[in-house]
């Protein structure tokens, strides 16, 4: 597997992505030779630890340049005591997060971390609150936080620094997990603690090269760094995408069902691509799944950075919602309008999908729109089957295609639930005034596109 277990020091990854770096000064710490526990021996381990990497800590900080971006650049040394945790790492930790507030930067984290130093006790683990308090200031402050996880990343190190972050990218076999190597079940599952299986169960966004992680973290600065508004101006709506199919309206409302339904009806990825000449994903709702009918990211179109949730055409499920809505509510923190491409049958209603919270990720999803401050545009492009897709409908920018249909319910369901014969679903499907123009004359929609 390439890549996989390679263990890069701190300033060698620095190098892999940034053009220049101006490193922050450690803050001054009075700090007894042995820690503040008086671990017999730790002041040796340090000497050694400097002696063999060049460093004083395990943290390395600065202000850089990655691809003509600015950002706050922070990157663990592994081999200084496993890139451990302690008292003075917090310091540097803090001083990075605060750089980054005063600067009005992103924050870069290239981590490869064991967790907590043991040599400091419960001071070391307390430092996970720092970096907490220190990264909900950030994300109050409206600025991104990107992380790219390196073998291996464990314990607190992940469940702040990595997991918390707004977007989670890793190297290929890069170990990942809150428990490390010698602490897991003997019979735990290998794959589940390796980017791979992270990135199967959404909890990170993307698996990345090495050599393609400087034009990759330079992508995602552009993307989160160019659509955010100042305090007072509120930033412009997505313009809406450039309809394709049919311009002509159905004549009744079970044309408009099956021209929604056929399978050669232009889809979520062709709109996608022709609206973002670049545009990177988001990928899982970081509670243990991915829905593939769910595409999320963010986008540039005509110079401007928009966040976008789409559905493909497929029952929308419990993470596709979860997706969507972390995905929305970053886009509002950062300042950056939100385009929704709507096309599902309706929300997964199997078993599994209700095991899964599909309710409260439909409630979810529901509410990331409605308490969003910055403008949600709306494009219906196929089927707007029920709430699962009204869910990630604008309320009062939503526009529709001359081949899509909105509706209460189905058709068919709503016939067989008011007791009617199979046949008279098209009857029913004129009379729930479904289509483009009746959506538009029922105040549904603002227009239909193309037509």
Not at 49 to 70: C, D, I, K, L
Not at 263 to 272: C, H
């Amino acid at each position: 597997m390439p890549d996989s277990s390679e263990r890069i020091p701190a300033r060698a990854a620095i190098a892999l992505v940034a053009a220049d770096f101006d490193e922050l000064a450690a803050p001054a710490r009075d700090f007894p030779e042995d820690g503040p526990l008086f671990w017999t021996g730790y002041g040796t381990s340090r000497a050694r630890a400097t002696e063999r990497t060049g460093e004083t800590e395990s943290v390395v900080a600065g202000v850089a340049s990655v691809g003509g971006r600015p950002c706050v650049l922070l990157s663990f040394e592994f081999g200084f005591l496993g890139g451990s945790l302690g008292q003075r790492t917090g310091d540097r930790l803090e001083l990075a997060y605060e750089t980054a507030r005063e600067r009005r930067l992103p924050l870069v984290s290239l981590i490869a971390t064991g967790g907590s130093r043991m040599q400091e006790g419960m001071l070391a683990l307390t430092q996970l609150q720092r970096v907490a308090r220190q990264s909900a200031l950030l994300r109050a402050a409206g600025l991104p936080q990107i992380a790219v996880v390196r073998d291996p990343t464990t314990g607190g190190g992940w469940a702040t620094l990595g997991a918390g972050a707004d977007v989670v990218l890793a190297m290929p076999g890069a170990q990942i997990g809150f428990a490390g190597s010698r602490v897991r079940p003997a019979d735990a599952d290998p794959a589940a603690y390796r980017a791979e299986g992270q990135l199967a169960a959404g909890q990170i966004d993307a698996i990345v090269r090495k050599e393609d992680l400087r034009d990759v973290l330079a992508g995602w600065l552009t993307l989160l760094g160019t659509g955010g508004s100042q305090p007072d101006q509120a930033p412009a709506p997505a313009p809406t995408p450039a309809p394709f199919g049919t311009s002509n309206l159905p004549a009744d409302g079970w044309e408009a069902v099956t021209r929604a339904r056929a399978a050669g009806r232009p889809r979520a990825e062709a709109y996608l691509d022709a609206y973002f000449p670049h545009r990177q994903a988001l990928v899982g709702d970081r509670c243990g799944g991915v829905d593939p009918g769910m595409l999320c990211g963010f986008g540039l179109h005509r110079g401007t950075s928009y966040a976008y949730a789409a559905q493909t055409g497929t029952a929308t499920r419990p993470a596709g919602y979860r997706t969507a809505a972390r995905v929305i509510r970053l886009a509002d923190r950062l300042g950056i309008p939100v385009l929704t491409l709507v096309d599902t049958p309706g929300a997964a209603n199997d078993a599994a999908a209700e095991r899964e919270g599909q309710g409260a990720a439909i409630a979810d999803a529901f509410a990331a729109v409605a308490a969003a401050r910055v403008p949600v545009t709306t494009l219906v492009i196929g089927e707007g089957g029920s709430g699962g897709a009204l869910a990630l409908t604008s309320p009062d920018r939503t526009w529709v295609t001359a081949d899509s249909y909105f509706s209460v319910i189905a058709p068919e369901l709503a016939a067989a639930i008011l007791k009617r014969d199979e046949s008279e679903a098209r009857h029913t499907a004129t009379q729930l005034r479904l289509r483009p123009q009746d959506l538009v004359e029922l105040g549904v929609a603002k227009g239909v596109l193309g037509a």
